[in-house]
């Protein structure tokens, strides 16, 4: 059973515009957000500092998170 959403903003430098491989070290997760709306401000703030780097991307993926049984 799942109760609630954890929400995650994933991403960082892209080694070619494929989008399939980080460079390594440049892996970037913030979070955990309760909201999906949380995790999309976030998502923005980091996006539009790395705007200006072509293989920069990131990702809002949800996480349901478990109630134990």
């Known amino acids: 059973m799942t ?3 954890n929400f995650w903003v994933i991403g960082g430098e ?8 980080l ?3 440049s892996a ?4 955990p957000f309760k909201t ?3 995790a999309e ?3 923005r703030v980091v996006s539009e500092e790395n705007r200006h ?3 920069v991307r990131f990702s809002i993926v949800e996480e ?3 109630v134990p049984a």
């Open 14 to 21: 892209f080694g070619s515009m494929n989008f399939h491989k």
């Open 28 to 31: 970037q997760v913030q979070g």
């Open 3 to 5: 109760k609630g959403s």
């Open 36 to 38: 999906r709306k949380e």
């Open 53 to 55: 780097k072509a293989g």
């Open 23 to 25: 460079v390594e070290g």
């Open 64 to 66: 349901p998170s478990r």
């Open 41 to 43: 401000e976030a998502w």
